[in-house]
Nanobody, 114 residues
Framework: VQLQASGGGLVQPGGSLRLSCAAS????????ANWYRQAPGKQREWVGL???????GYAEFVGGRFTISRDNAKNTVYLQMNSLKPEDTAVYYC?????????WGQGTLVTVSS
């Protein structure tokens, strides 16, 4: 069982990106998924989560700009990021409860710069 995060890249301020976190392997159950990020020189911080039932919650700094969703048929969780700011530059990580255990993706770099 593993998680693969993807979708990062370079985007201009005000732009959008959609990150994906896909689970693969022998998956019997998928629980709550969290997104975190770690900016250069800073501690990792929580971005938001989505429950199995699709209820989402976000950190205050998101300010309505990000949306977390999931496609259970594809074993994939998404982080749609709009109105990106330079301070959103970070490595983004997903963490998903799979088969009762906590798994982490490898991280995907998002750079917001003109």
């Amino acid at each position: 069982v593993q998680l693969q995060a993807s979708g990062g890249g370079l985007v201009q301020p005000g732009g959008s990106l959609r990150l994906s976190c896909a689970a693969s392997g022998s998956i019997l159950s998928i629980g709550t998924a969290n997104w975190y990020r770690q900016a250069p020189g800073k501690q990792r911080e929580w971005v938001g989560l989505i429950t199995t039932g699709g209820n989402a919650g976000y950190a205050e700094f998101v300010g309505g700009r990000f949306t977390i969703s999931r496609d259970n048929a594809k074993n994939t969780v998404y982080l749609q990021m709009n109105s990106l700011k330079p301070e959103d530059t970070a490595v983004y990580y997903c963490s998903v409860v799979l088969n009762g255990g906590d798994y982490w993706g490898q991280g995907t770099l998002v750079t917001v710069s003109s």
